[in-house]
C-alpha cells in the first residue's frame, strides 16, 4: 500500500496516542523523514525512539480517561 507521508504520520500517532509501538510503521515514517531531511536513518531514529516511547508510554491511561468521559 502506498501512503503520503501525511497518512503514515497520522496512522503512528494514532497508535503512538493508544500506547502501542509498531516497528514497521515507526522505521516507515523514520525512513521518509530521513529523505526529506537527507540525513542518516539512524540519526532519525536515535532522536524520535525516545519521543515515540514517551507518548506511547502514556497511552493506558489517555484511553482509561477517555472512557471514564463517555
Not at 521518509?32 to 515515540?52: A, H, P, V, Y
Amino acid at each position: 500500500m502506498n501512503c503520503s507521508f501525511e497518512e503514515l504520520a497520522v496512522a503512528l500517532a494514532d497508535k503512538l496516542w493508544k500506547g502501542k509501538r509498531v516497528e514497521k510503521l515507526e522505521h516507515k515514517v523514520i525512513e521518509r523523514i530521513s529523505l526529506l531531511l537527507k540525513k542518516d536513518q539512524w540519526d532519525i531514529f536515535t532522536d524520535l525512539d525516545s519521543c515515540f516511547e514517551k507518548v506511547a508510554a502514556g497511552g493506558i491511561e489517555r484511553l482509561n480517561k477517555s472512557v471514564e468521559m463517555s
